[in-house]
């Protein structure tokens, strides 16, 4: 189970995983305009996801002005990438054969 804080301010996003002290993704939207306020989509992958304890709280206009952008960023090699995706593609289908 994992426990996501997503805030949302402007075009800006910043969602942290469990409770670490800074976000895993710290990025201005410059689509932002382009998606609908006031509801909130969720969404898994191929697996059937469940959500709990939803909430929803308004930020104020200003929340994240004077908030440097910050992270944990992990640079992944695109090569590397497709690779790991390859890998966690074959053990889900193989997990899927087994149950």
Known sequence: MYHFRIEV???????????????RIDITDKNSRLAPSGKVTLGGGWIP?????????ELPANYLDNTPKTGIYR?????????????????????????
């Open 75 to 99: 640079y992944i090699k695109p090569a590397d990438k497709e690779n790991k995706r390859k890998a966690e593609r074959k053990a889900y289908i193989l997990l899927l054969l087994i149950s």
């Open 9 to 23: 301010c402007g075009s800006r996003i910043r969602v942290f995983l469990n409770d670490e002290p800074l976000p």
């Open 49 to 57: 996801t469940d959500y709990d304890d939803l909430s929803v709280a």
